[in-house]
């Protein structure tokens, strides 16, 4: 039966593109699978690399920090991924070819968590799942209804990346990280609008939702 650990074992013997050579390992998720709120960012990078998990850089913290602020806990709220599950070399952007070669360990991510809202974080989340290439700027903060088989039913929104954040470090408003906390509001008064929590596994069997299987 697929599962999140059958995805894990498998996506761990990928060599379906270069990144293969370089890894010490794949990074595949960290939070709560259960969660209706999944992240999805660019790839990892040297900290991903060496802990396994997406998002404990200074990137991550940050981002960590202004889930927070928003009232989303990390590790309870949301299920974190990124586009490309190896470090490009040099943290480099991935390849349109990376990306290809990738997206099915994320659909497969997206299909086994069911999340409700989806939030692509920066522009190569943005261009790996949607396939619309820059107007991060431009298209951050507005929920767009997502289409086809994976993702209708889901709304999901761009953000700014934490790494863009890191470099832009005014908190003044009308900067980047001015509108991230805007935008995370509008994404936890979306959480709180949908009402009751979602129904743990053993209720949604009862409810006969054999989708998930994690
Ligand atoms: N940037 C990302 O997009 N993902 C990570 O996991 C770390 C940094």
């Known amino acids: 039966m697929e599962s999140l650990d059958v995805l894990a074992t498998e996506c ?3 060599r379906r593109c270069p990144l293969a050579e370089a890894r010490t390992q794949v990074v595949l998720a960290r939070g709560n699978p259960s969660a209706r709120l ?6 990892p990078g040297a900290d991903e690399d ?5 998002f404990v850089g200074r990137s991550g913290q940050l981002l960590d920090r202004l889930l927070t602020e928003a009232g989303l806990d990390p590790e309870r709220d ?14 480099r952007r991935p390849t349109p070819v990376e990306l290809a070669a990738c997206r099915p360990w994320m659909e497969r991510q997206v299909a086994l968590v069911d999340p409700d809202l989806i939030l692509l974080v920066g522009a190569t989340a943005l261009q790996g799942v949607l396939g619309v290439k820059g107007g991060i700027t431009r298209l951050r903060g ?7 088989h994976l993702l209708a039913g889901r709304a999901l929104m761009p953000l700014l990346h934490p790494s863009y954040l890191l ?3 005014s908190e003044a408003e009308g900067s980047p990280r001015w509108h991230t906390r805007a935008d995370l509001a509008a ?3 979306r959480l709180d609008g949908q009402g009751l929590p979602r129904p743990t596994a053993p209720e949604r069997q009862e409810l006969g939702d054999t989708k998930r299987s994690c």
């Not at 999944?38 to 790839?43: K, P, R, V, Y």
């Not at 060496?50 to 997406?54: I, M, N, T, V």
Request: aromatic share 4%; net charge positive.
């Open 50 to 54: 060496r802990l396994g998990l997406p």
């Open 38 to 43: 999944l992240l999805i960012g660019e790839a």
């Open 142 to 148: 507005q929920w767009r209804p997502g289409e086809g």
């Open 12 to 14: 761990r013997q990928c």
């Open 78 to 91: 949301l299920f974190i991924v990124n586009a490309i599950k190896c470090r490009p070399p040099q943290n």
């Open 167 to 169: 470099r832009n470090a």
């Open 187 to 189: 994404v936890r008064r």
